[in-house]
């Protein structure tokens, strides 16, 4: 056998004889897993997060975007400001600037 494997095979022996040293071993690694899963967990719940307010956010902006283009609509068929307002639910101010 080669010396650095029955070095290391030595080395082996003596450790785990050691119970409490080999019970530390599993605590830590057992400690390093739970902090891995937990680590994943918080990576999935704020990309599942991140996902629903970026999509909320897209909807409430298409939301906004529809209600502008109906407002020119309405404008440009002539329709009074405060119809437009009242259909549209836009304040004066973003009905005036309407162009």
Same mark, same amino acid.
Do not use: F
């Given at each position: 056998?080669?010396?650095a494997?029955q070095t290391a095979? =030595?080395?082996?022996?003596?450790? &785990? =004889?050691?119970? =409490?040293?080999v019970? @530390? *071993?599993?605590?830590? &690694?057992m400690?390093?897993c739970? *902090?891995?899963?937990s680590?994943n967990y918080?990576a999935?719940q704020?990309?599942? =997060?991140?996902?629903a307010k970026g ?5 409430a902006e298409g939301r906004?975007?529809e +209600?502008? @283009?109906i407002a020119? +609509?309405? +404008?440009e ?5 405060? +119809?437009?307002?009242?259909? &549209?639910?836009l304040?004066?101010? &973003?009905v005036?600037?309407i162009t």
């Open positions: 056998m080669d010396s494997i095979d =030595e080395r082996m022996e003596r450790v &785990t =004889e050691d119970g =409490e040293a019970r @530390a *071993y599993w605590r830590r &690694t400690a390093l739970d *902090y891995a899963s680590m918080a999935e704020g990309l599942t =997060e991140g996902m999509r909320s956010e897209g909807l906004a975007e +209600k502008l @283009a020119r +609509k309405m +404008k068929m002539g329709d009074p400001a405060e +119809k437009i307002q009242i259909i &549209t639910g304040p004066p101010e &973003t005036a600037r």
